[in-house]
């Protein structure tokens, strides 16, 4: 019903920028928290930044000042910039999306994931 496609992921020295994009389609009716995941091998999947859907913000401790999370409502998009990237950023990003569809039903929908690495 709802689908999200992932992009903006690649291989980037340390000190680099990445931007990642999320876009959603589908069913919607109202989108309301966006946010950005994390999971390195071995690892759980992490909380990395969210954002509603006024454009309230949440940074992990460990991305704040580095990171930025932002949303074009109008095109149902996601982004995140990510820079001064170090080797610990190094994981797969996925996007989750939550609001409710057309028919008035919850959604709470996964990316496929894209993969960010962080080496020289």
């Known amino acids: 019903q709802v689908q999200l496609v992932e992009s903006g992921g690649g291989l980037v020295q340390p000190g680099g920028s990445l931007r990642l994009s999320c876009a959603a389609s589908?069913?919607?009716?109202?989108?309301?928290?966006m946010a950005w995941y994390r999971q390195a091998p071995g690892k759980q999947r992490d909380l990395v930044a969210a954002?509603?859907?006024?454009?309230?913000?949440n940074y992990a401790d460990s991305v704040r000042g580095r990171f930025t999370i932002s949303r074009d409502n109008a095109k149902n998009t996601l982004y995140l910039q990510m820079n001064s990237l170090n080797p610990e950023d190094t994981a797969v990003y996925y996007c989750?999306?939550?609001?409710?569809?057309?028919?008035?039903?919850?959604?709470?929908?996964w990316g496929q994931g894209t993969q960010v690495t962080v080496s020289s």
């Open positions: 989750n999306v939550g609001g409710s569809t057309v028919w008035g039903r919850p959604f709470d929908s």
């Open positions: 589908g069913s919607i009716f109202r989108i309301n928290v």
């Open positions: 954002i509603t859907r006024g454009g309230s913000t």
